[in-house]
């Protein structure tokens, strides 16, 4: 290594401007993130006032849905769905938590270790 190499040097006029540069950026992405955001949001109510309107708040609780009498109720789709979104995460992290758990004890180091001795393998 040259001399002088080894010694840590003063930031560049790039990594300057780059680190004034990226947080603005990043504060602009998060501004224009939320704006559309809001705006969809606004854009949801807008389009089912009409029908809030007619039917009420009601849907969100009911669990009928009979086009012929105007009855319609939403909660069973609200419902399974987020059901299924729980189980998965219950039993993702269950098995995650496990490999974790597998990988950082060292069973899979002393197991590969013990095989290599017993194929006269390992040195």
């Known amino acids: 290594m040259p001399a ?36 969809r949001g606004l854009q949801h109510r807008t389009a089912g006032a009409p029908s809030i309107r007619s039917y009420g708040l009601g849907f969100l609780s009911g669990t009928a849905w009979d086009s012929n009498r105007a ?8 419902v399974v769905p987020c059901n299924s979104s729980i189980l998965g ?22 197991g590969l270790d013990n095989r290599a001795r017993y194929l006269r393998l390992s040195e």
């Open 71 to 78: 009855e319609f109720g939403i909660l069973p789709a609200i």
């Open 4 to 39: 002088g190499l080894d010694i840590s040097q003063p930031p560049s006029a790039f990594e300057i401007a780059a680190d004034r540069i990226f947080p603005a950026l990043y504060a602009r992405g998060c501004v224009v993130h939320s704006h559309s955001r809001l705006l």
């Open 89 to 110: 995460l219950a039993i993702g992290t269950v098995f995650g938590l496990a490999i974790a758990i597998f990988l950082s004890e060292g069973f899979l180091s002393s």
